[in-house]
């Protein structure tokens, strides 16, 4: 049961430090992206260095060194479907990081080609959906790992 209190307490810290945060800046970026707010000068550098330590805080998260009962194939499988979920956050964080680039770019003054920015927002969003749809599914076995252990 230790065991699988080891992968309670990573998918909590999972939550509440890494996706919470993100949560957050997406707000942010939502807030300075309203029509009122177009003439303000966005600082897309601190963006994307606030996401890349995001990367590394969820790159940190050690889901093989949780050691658990082979046999417990519930706790197997919730810690399989962490380490998926960390690996899209990271492809989430990717995505990110090449978007508010190409917008820095832009806000620079270089030529930006809209297919290419479509394309970055288009990642950005399909990588979301991959990661809420991964979420959603380790959410079900997390709840009955909560509740047996």
Not at 12 to 32: L, P, V
């Amino acid at each position: 049961m230790a065991d699988r209190k080891k992968i309670i307490d990573a998918i909590d810290s999972f939550y509440e430090d890494i996706i919470d945060t993100y949560k957050e800046m997406e707000r942010q970026i939502a807030s300075e992206s309203r029509l009122l707010t177009i003439f303000k000068k966005v600082n897309y550098k601190a963006r994307i260095t606030k996401f890349k330590d995001l990367k590394k805080k969820a790159q940190g998260i050690s889901v093989k060194k949780i050691e658990i009962d082979k046999d417990d194939e519930l706790a197997v499988e919730v810690r399989e479907k962490l380490a998926k979920s960390v690996s899209l956050f990271v492809d989430i964080i990717n995505a990110q990081v090449s978007f508010q680039t190409m917008l820095l770019k832009k806000s620079e003054g270089e030529k930006v080609n809209m297919v290419d920015y479509k394309k970055a927002a288009y990642n950005v969003q399909k990588a979301t959906e991959v990661l809420q749809n991964a979420l959603r599914n380790m959410d079900a076995d997390y709840a009955n790992l909560e509740e047996n252990e």
